[in-house]
């Protein structure tokens, strides 16, 4: 197969329009057989659900080549699973787990040459989402929906290496306890993009947000989990309902302790604490892990140890374990490395 003539290094985190996407339409209570389609484009009604009380919810994952020239996905059924529980939490009819996978296979296979070759530093990005897509007026779950999967090649996340991160702490809240904080809903980007434009006007990269109930908790950014290393070496992660289950900080969790034989611990951690830590990250898909050197909280710096040129050692330790199973260079754990024959 013939790769596409892209610069792939220097592809930034943009949507590129690739051949092939995957379309399903429910309807009458039930998923149709689903398939791939050229069309890029959606035609909706003007009342569609989506477009009058954001029925929509998505995932992110990508695709990679491996250094010995295989295609793979990465742990695609966590994915699968988690668009199942955002949809219930939606009133949206959830997408079978094992169509999703197959579904996620099919559109990297039909769009293998804008898979980016090993070593480039760039990735195929996916996109599974769903929305309600009949008219709706009265306020109620929409009664048809499309769940489409669609790709785009994404640039080396970290150009010219990872430079640590400085945050805020934002005075605006990201999830409300018992509200739509642990799922993939739209909605939660949507009231995020004011905060978020806020504060890189004051210089910061991105916001930590708080517990919204008593603000002494740590909860998240936008769009990324926290991971912290602890000065005697141990990594913690905090624990809360409104936080989004982050695959990325799941799968480091474990690497931590299987791979780096390190303690590793999901908690409450009060922001009070975080000034003791020794290392700091954001996990997501889209980067694995970015490196944070310093929080600002109102006027008041706390500065890692780790400082501001680079990652910390056990930061990059996990940074380097976590994407050497992705990239094929390590053993994976049974059933994370799914691969595209
Ligand atoms: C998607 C997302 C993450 C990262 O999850 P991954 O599965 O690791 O990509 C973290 N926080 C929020 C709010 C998210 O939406």
Redesign the pocket.
């Known amino acids: 197969m013939e790769k596409k003539d892209l610069d792939w290094a220097s592809l930034g985190f943009g949507y590129v329009q690739t051949e092939q996407r995957y379309v399903s339409n429910f309807k009458d209570g039930k998923w149709d057989e689903g398939g791939l389609t050229t069309d890029a484009n959606i035609v909706l009604n003007e009342c569609a659900g989506v477009l009058q009380y954001a029925q929509t919810c998505f995932e992110?994952l990508k695709a990679y080549t491996t250094e010995d020239g295989r295609i793979v996905t990465f742990r695609p059924d966590l994915n699968a699973d988690r668009m199942y529980t955002t949809a219930q939490r939606l009133e949206m009819p959830p997408f079978p787990k094992d169509k999703f996978v197959e579904a996620v296979k099919a559109v990297v296979k039909a769009n293998a040459a804008y898979v980016p070759p090993y070593g480039s530093g760039a990735t195929l990005y996916l996109r599974p989402y769903m929305f309600g897509s009949n008219p709706v007026i009265g306020v109620k779950p929409a009664t048809e929906y499309q769940f489409r999967i669609f790709c785009t090649p994404v640039g080396p996340y970290f150009k010219g290496g990872a430079k640590p991160l400085t945050l805020c702490v934002s005075d605006f809240d990201r999830a409300a306890p018992h509200g739509t904080g642990n799922i993939?809903a739209g909605l939660?980007y949507a009231m995020s993009l004011h905060p978020i434009v806020e504060a890189h006007k004051a210089g910061y990269a991105e916001n930590m947000y708080l517990d919204a109930a008593t603000r002494t908790k740590v909860e998240?950014t936008?769009?990324?989990?926290f991971l912290f290393v602890t000065k005697d070496g141990k990594v913690v992660t905090p624990k809360s309902n409104s936080i989004?289950p982050?695959?990325?900080?799941r799968s480091l969790m474990i690497v931590a302790k299987e791979y780096l034989g390190l303690e590793a611990e999901e908690r409450e951690i009060y922001f009070d604490e975080v000034k003791d830590f020794a290392e700091c990250g954001l996990?997501?898909?889209?980067a694995v892990i970015s490196p944070v050197g310093k929080i600002v909280d109102h006027g008041k710096e706390i500065s890692f140890p780790s400082g501001m040129d680079e990652m910390g050692p056990i930061t990059k330790k996990l940074y380097d374990t976590l994407t050497g199973i992705q990239m094929g260079r390590l053993d994976p754990p049974e059933g994370w490395i799914v691969e595209i024959d």
Not at 222 to 225: F, R, S, W
Not at 246 to 249: E, H, L
Not at 283 to 286: M, V
């Open positions: 992110g993939k939660n998240e936008g769009g990324a989990n989004l982050s695959i990325t900080r996990c997501g898909t889209a």
